[in-house]
């Protein structure tokens, strides 16, 4: 549904975008991840043929979205990052308004814009204006927009930004609910939101692409893949010291010492567990424990390792 190939964007000397290249399959929901200023919405522009690039070249349903521009962007439907709606109007005559924009007229339009908003929960708001609406719905509106002219793909620019965590969540569950229907490639910077919705994620830094694979194989080939929690009777310092000498064992973090209790976080490497030979070290030397369990990684931990700057 998208091939995106060396595509890059460059504002005067600065590069915003480099030399990227993807593919996202039809039916896919796809999260596109990186921190501010890393390229996301220049990217997602380029491919709604907003944003002309510097060089390389993006397919969308076959189509070049820059010679064939027409013909692509039939296929997309397009949420910006900040939707950018008319206040005095109502919800039902915006959608309408945007239409007829879109080429839609008479029944086929009235019928889009009756499923747009029913797939989006509008329909009971459709008559109120759009200025009195919360962030929110507002949201919704944006999407209906995405969605009236019955486009195959989904293109969401951070479309959670805002909103407060009950709004994310029905945010979260509609845009799941299109992902049935839809390819949706998703901007975020809530990576538990990635976590629970999308089948792949692309993870850019200063513009280039850093890692791509579904959440659990990003995962899964992470450097630091894991951490063992562990709580002793035994002086830190000594336990500590043992543990760390463990093969596969990167590194030992004392998190808290009360009581002649000290708790420690153990970074082993990607794969392995460490969990039987520390519990061998513990009865070796005597001491007791009461704590001994493995934490898998979460997307944030990846996240963080590869576009942290320290
Ligand atoms: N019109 C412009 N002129 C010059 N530089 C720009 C322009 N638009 C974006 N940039 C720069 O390009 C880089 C990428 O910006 P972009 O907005 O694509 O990042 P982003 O990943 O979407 O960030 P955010 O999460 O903050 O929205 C940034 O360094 C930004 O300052």
């Not at 990227?20 to 709604?48: C, H, S, W, Y």
């Not at 709606?85 to 009235?110: F, H, P, S, T």
Request: net charge positive.
């Amino acid at each position: 549904m998208i091939d995106v190939r060396n595509l890059s964007k460059r504002y005067g000397r600065h590069t915003a975008v480099n030399d990227l290249t993807f593919e996202v399959g039809a039916g896919k929901i796809v999260g596109f991840l990186g921190p501010n200023g890393a390229g996301k919405t220049t990217t997602l522009r380029m491919l709604t043929g907003y944003l002309p690039p510097s060089s390389g070249s993006a397919n969308i349903a076959g189509y070049d979205i820059f010679r064939q521009s027409l013909k692509a962007r039939r296929n997309i439907g397009y949420m910006p990052e900040n939707v950018p709606l008319y206040d005095d109007m109502r919800v039902r005559e915006y959608l309408k308004y945007r239409a007829q924009i879109k080429g839609l007229k008479g029944k086929q339009a009235r019928t889009n814009i009756a499923e747009a908003m029913d797939l989006c929960g509008l329909t009971h708001v459709r008559r109120k204006m759009i200025k009195t609406l919360s962030k929110g719905y507002r949201q919704r509106v944006g999407l209906a927009d995405a969605l009236v002219h019955k486009p195959d793909l989904l293109i969401l620019d951070e479309p959670t930004n805002g909103l407060d965590p009950n709004q994310i969540r029905s945010i979260r569950n509609l845009i799941k609910r299109l992902g049935e229907t839809h390819t949706i490639l998703v901007s975020t910077h809530i990576l538990h939101e990635v976590e629970m919705t999308c089948d792949h994620v692309i993870i850019i830094d200063e513009g280039k692409i850093k890692a791509t694979g579904s959440p659990a194989e990003l995962v899964h080939n992470m450097r630091t893949a894991g951490k063992i929690t562990v709580e002793l009777l035994a002086d830190a310092e000594t336990a500590a010291g043992a543990i760390g000498r463990l093969e596969h064992v990167k590194k030992v973090i004392t998190e808290t010492t009360s009581d002649e209790w000290s708790k420690f976080s153990v970074l082993v490497d990607s794969g392995t567990d460490t969990r039987e030979r520390i519990a061998n070290i513990a009865s070796q030397y005597g001491w007791p424990m009461r704590t001994l369990h493995r934490q898998k990684s979460t997307l944030e931990e990846v996240f963080v390792e590869l576009t942290r700057k320290d």
